[in-house]
């Protein structure tokens, strides 16, 4: 069965993200940015609500600098409880994803300097968090997440190289310039500047799998 030629992007802006070239695009934001125009926008706040779109709607949702941004764990709406708002919204885009369409975020992530500099960066990924949703049994089962995913790839990237799902796109190396820039890691990381050479975002390719 072909996937759907839609792609939906997560705190697009105004200026949503197509990783896969999709012809149709949609995203969602919080508020309505002001020069919005060319794809279908919804709002939504993704920590309190769901994904407002119908299950099995899309063949790709991209998530750029933004799974950063979802709490963990968050009072629910009595005040007395918890909820688990970053599960739930893995639990949504497992839903609106169609039978092996695939998640493409990217992220700052631990233990990078890059993850904790923005004071508004509060659910800081590894590059083991995708196993809670991910596999056989995924270990968010134990927090209400019923969905299923594969992995495609995780991998740490350079930021500006992954903004394309395109075969290498997301790969550190091929080229001169990218060796320069590893090179200019590794030197600074000698000289105590910085704690780790590898680039400081991951990447998640994730494939939904459905019955």
């Known amino acids: 069965m072909a996937l759907p030629?839609?792609?939906l992007d997560l705190g697009c802006g105004d200026a949503p993200r197509n990783p896969y070239s999709r012809k149709e695009l949609c995203g969602i934001d919080i508020r309505r940015p002001p020069t919005a125009q060319g794809f279908e926008l919804r709002l939504a706040?993704?920590?309190t609500g769901p994904i407002p779109f119908e299950d099995d709607s899309f063949g790709s949702v991209s998530a750029y600098d933004f799974i950063e941004h979802v709490p963990r764990i968050f009072?629910?709406?009595t005040g007395g409880g918890t909820i688990f708002p970053?599960?739930?919204l893995m639990?949504?885009?497992w839903r609106v994803l169609a039978p092996g369409g695939r998640l493409y975020a990217l992220t700052p992530a631990y233990p990078h300097p890059e993850a904790f500099v923005d004071p508004t960066h509060v659910n800081f990924i590894t590059d083991r968090s995708h196993e809670y949703f991910c596999g056989d049994a995924p270990?968010?089962?134990?927090y209400g997440f019923e969905g299923r995913?594969?992995?495609v790839r995780v991998a740490w990237v350079e930021r500006a190289e992954a903004y394309s799902a395109r075969p290498g796109a997301a790969e550190n190396h091929g080229s001169l310039k990218r060796f320069s820039r590893r090179l200019r890691r590794w030197s600074r990381w000698l000289r105590g500047k910085r704690s780790h050479a590898s680039p400081g975002y991951l990447l998640w390719e994730l494939e939904a799998r459905k019955p």
């Open 91 to 93: 639990q949504e885009i």
């Open 5 to 7: 030629d839609r792609h």
């Open 75 to 77: 009072p629910d709406a």
């Open 45 to 47: 706040n993704l920590v």
């Open 139 to 142: 270990k968010g089962r134990m």
């Open 86 to 88: 970053f599960v739930r």
């Open 149 to 151: 995913f594969d992995v």
